[in-house]
């Protein structure tokens, strides 16, 4: 499946649906073996992209809050036997700066990379898996999954499930 989409009626299914992505990938990974995932997550400023990471990273156990890393550029969480990287590369002056961070060392097998504004970290950045397009849509949102691997389409079909 290369495209999914649906109206997210209110925050709850926003982290709804970052939950539901967390579950779908962990029961691929169990079935055929480790594969970190690049998700790039367009939208506008409230559009709802650190909500639904939010979603995705307690699914993976965290219990704490989660954040916006709008000043640290990036927010690690140790999720055991993940390791989950949510960006927000707003503020990023330069894409060089990503190198200093060492933003190589964060594209593994085991890693989860959700990458808020990707256009300002462009050619430093590890090609996506998935796109994620959010828009406001009155109050609600509209959410648009694209798949750019096959991995992904796979992601989406049981998405969809
Ligand atoms: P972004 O990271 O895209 O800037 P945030 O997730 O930080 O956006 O903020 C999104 C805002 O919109 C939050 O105030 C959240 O409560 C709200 N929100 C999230 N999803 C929805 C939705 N589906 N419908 C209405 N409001 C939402
Ligand atoms: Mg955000």
């Not at 979603?55 to 219990?63: D, E, I, L, N, S």
């Amino acid at each position: 499946m290369k495209e999914l989409e649906y109206l997210l009626v209110d925050e709850e299914a926003t982290v709804e649906i970052g939950h539901k992505l967390a579950k779908v990938l962990q029961i691929m990974v169990d079935e055929n073996g480790p594969k970190g995932l690049v998700v790039y997550l367009n939208g506008d400023l409230g559009a709802g992209k650190t909500t639904l990471t939010r979603g995705f990273v307690r699914a993976m156990g965290h219990k704490g809050n989660v954040k916006s890393p709008t000043y640290t550029l990036v927010e690690p969480y140790e999720l055991p036997p993940w390791r989950v990287f949510h960006f927000d590369l707003y503020r990023l002056s330069e894409p060089e700066e990503l190198e200093y961070m060492g933003i190589r060392d964060y594209f593994n097998q085991d890693c989860c990379c959700f990458i808020e504004w990707p256009e300002k970290g462009a050619g430093l950045l590890a090609k996506q898996d998935l796109t994620i397009n959010m828009a406001y849509q009155g109050e609600q949102r509209v959410i648009t999954f694209i798949a750019e691997s096959a991995f992904a389409e796979q992601l989406l079909l049981s998405l969809h499930a």
